[in-house]
């Protein structure tokens, strides 16, 4: 089962920022937080991971909230392109394998 | 460069028929993954392999499912006597390695698989 909970759907306004949620107030001490994104009829693609620290990126930016219980991924100015299901996972840097993908949030771009 | 290809993009068959899905992971990626999604789903683990061994298939449903990689680079997903509920889209990943190492996954499209 899936370790992380996120809303379903969220809307935002093209060039505004978006903020997608992510809660995983199981997360153990050594488990990462990863985003993936999912346009419509793609494979997933990779965004960003962290630790505890916030992290940036040429895509986005990850804030790790203190107690780790919870996440922000952050597109600073959302496209239309950015129409995607947003993947929150939570797993070991060190264990190879499996990602375990939730449901996601559909995030909805609109001009 | 090239990324992960996966054929055919779209796979029609008849239930009790015997499918194969081919993927062509990014060159030198030790690592490949094999996951299914159904519509309105996350991607669904099935198996992964590091070099030509199986590392986990604890996410194949049953024994009709099936996969092989026989000299490290491309993968075949082999599903036999096909079932209406194996429809889906089975997506492959690769990355460079699956173990102590930076774990971003590189998906292919997909292959879309309806079993009539």
């Known amino acids: 089962d899936a370790k992380t909970t996120q809303p379903p759907s969220m809307d935002c306004a093209e060039g505004r920022a978006a903020n997608l949620p992510c809660n995983h107030s199981t997360i153990s001490g050594n488990e990462y937080v990863y985003w993936y994104r999912q346009i419509h009829s793609q494979g997933p693609q990779y965004i960003i991971h962290?630790?505890?620290n916030n992290e940036t990126n040429e895509m986005a930016s990850l804030i790790i909230t203190e107690d780790r219980k919870s996440s922000t991924l952050i597109l600073p100015h959302a496209t239309l392109r950015d129409t995607a299901v947003y993947y929150c996972i939570v797993r070991a840097y060190n264990q190879g394998g499996k990602l375990i993908f939730g449901q996601g949030t559909e995030l909805s771009v609109k001009p | 460069g090239a990324g992960v290809s996966q054929t055919p993009s779209n796979k029609v068959t008849e239930k009790g028929k015997y499918v194969e899905l081919r993927c062509d992971p990014i060159?030198?990626?030790?690592?490949l993954y094999w996951y299914r999604q159904s519509l309105g789903q996350g991607p669904e683990f099935l198996i992964y392999?590091?070099?030509?061994?199986?590392?986990?298939d604890s996410g194949l449903p049953n024994d009709r499912f099936f996969a092989v990689r026989p000299e490290g680079s491309v993968s075949t997903l082999k599903i036999q006597r096909t079932e209406r509920g194996d429809s889906a889209v089975y997506l492959c990943?690769?990355?460079?390695?699956?173990?102590?190492?930076?774990?971003?996954?590189?998906f292919g499209p997909g292959t879309r698989l309806t079993v009539l």
């Open positions: 060159s030198g990626h030790t690592a």
């Open positions: 990943a690769s990355s460079p390695q699956a173990g102590f190492s930076y774990n971003e996954q590189f």
């Open positions: 962290g630790l505890k």
């Open positions: 392999f590091q070099g030509t061994g199986a590392a986990d």
